[in-house]
């Protein structure tokens, strides 16, 4: 059973199989879909073709077999390309399938990355949101925020200059 469960680890302590985009059909078949873990890593999740057109797979590297992972060093990054069951595949034809997981992580900063220092420290960016949303600087901000949101004036100013006139312009015949 080669393809019995994806080998989406780069390192030590990341399973990146069980932090994958929840996707469906209707997103995951078109889309590529961007995936950004703080501190661990960024991944990728869509069709060879997508990440080839975005540049992410260089040339010269060869497609994985299977449910094997294919490695490669750039750019200060380590990369991992493997295939992936979309959430909407049932059984083992995604082992052949053309929906793949491309992962990167920074090469040479540390050994192991764990999803437990990467939640740590989006939870610390949090409380540091609220502590500043809290102070004057932060109050001050919510209320000009506020103040903005119930201004008829600028609300139009705003919807002028972000959605201008749809009309085809004037041509001299008319």
């Known amino acids: 059973m080669p393809c019995a469960k994806p080998r989406a680890q780069l390192c030590k ?11 469906t059909p209707e997103i995951g078949a078109s889309d590529l879909q961007i995936t950004i873990t703080p501190r661990a890593c960024v991944t990728w999740a869509g069709s060879i073709e997508q990440l080839r057109a975005e540049g992410l797979i260089p040339p010269g590297i060869e ?20 295939r992936s069951r979309p959430e909407w595949e049932k ?11 491309l992962h990167r992580l920074e090469k040479g900063v540390r050994d ?7 939640a740590v420290y989006q939870k610390q960016k949090e409380l540091e949101h609220e502590i500043w949303r809290r102070s004057p600087e932060g109050l001050q901000m919510i209320r000009r925020w506020a103040h903005a949101a119930t201004d008829r004036s600028f609300q139009a100013f705003l919807k ?9 312009p004037e041509t001299a015949d008319s």
């Open 63 to 82: 497609l994985p077999k299977l449910d094997q992972p294919q490695t490669w060093n750039a750019g200060g990054h380590k990369f991992s390309l493997h």
């Open 13 to 23: 302590g990341l399973d990146m199989a069980k932090r994958k985009p929840q996707l």
């Open 112 to 118: 192991h990355v764990s999803w437990d220092d990467a």
């Open 160 to 168: 002028a200059a972000i959605l201008p006139d749809q009309r085809k």
């Open 91 to 101: 059984g083992r034809a995604w082992c052949t399938g053309n929906f793949w997981c």
